[in-house]
């Protein structure tokens, strides 16, 4: 019964390709990426607490990670 926020990013990412050379066994590529492009500061984790000066109100604390452009490069190989 318990659900955190909706959030929301986008993530981008291309892939290059290397041409196969003749007699070779293996395929190469790259890909390069970027998670979260507009630096969204999605929430994380939310607990609950109470209030240190009044202890009858209870707060929600919101933990945001990776509220920041993360880039990525990936080689990757087949054979």
Aim: a positive charge.
């Amino acid at each position: 019964s318990a659900r955190g926020p909706a959030y929301h990013r986008i993530d981008l990412s291309a892939t290059y390709e290397i041409p196969k050379k003749l007699g070779r066994k293996w395929e190469s590529s790259w890909t390069f990426g970027i998670y979260n492009v507009y630096a969204r500061k999605n929430a994380f984790s939310v607990y609950f607490r109470q209030n240190e000066e009044n202890p009858a109100i209870t707060e929600a604390v919101r933990y945001s990670v990776f509220g920041t452009i993360i880039p990525s490069v990936t080689y990757n190989f087949k054979f």
